[in-house]
């Protein structure tokens, strides 16, 4: 079973950052793509981006079009880890963000293709 751990979140004033990270373990050989979602209250869980991860495959990358400049996906893939730069935060940010691993190739956004979920990391964004 993979398993998968985020750390980074927290409270941070709007215009400033937080690197979230995500680490896999558990039997991962099949995991081709990761990525990241977040859910506001009230509000559905929404794609943020997606990276494939597989070493046979370039990192490619994928974002929601509201957030790409903003946000940055990234993998370690030595460490089984992969994080989000999130620059510029305002307060709709605010949500608890997901870690997610797909047993699909390519950076996808569907969030039923996601197979594995972290516990999740509240991102709170103050005025």
């Known amino acids: 079973q993979v398993q998968l751990v985020e750390s980074g979140g927290g409270l941070v004033q709007a215009g400033g950052s937080l690197r979230l990270s995500c680490a896999a373990s558990g039997p991962n050989d099949s995991i081709y793509a990761m990525g990241w979602f977040r859910q506001a209250a009230g509000l559905e869980r929404e794609f943020v981006a997606a990276i494939t991860v597989s070493r046979s495959f370039v990192g490619s990358t994928s974002y929601a079009a509201s957030l790409k400049g903003r946000f940055t996906i990234s993998r370690d893939n030595a460490k089984n880890t992969i994080y989000l730069q999130m620059n510029s935060l305002k307060p709709e940010d605010t949500a608890v963000y997901y870690c997610?691993?797909?047993?699909?190739?390519?950076?996808?956004?569907?969030?039923?293709?996601?197979?594995?979920w972290g516990q999740g990391t509240q991102v709170t964004v103050s005025l």
């Open positions: 997610a691993a797909a047993m699909v190739v390519g950076p996808i956004s569907r969030l039923t293709q996601y197979s594995y």
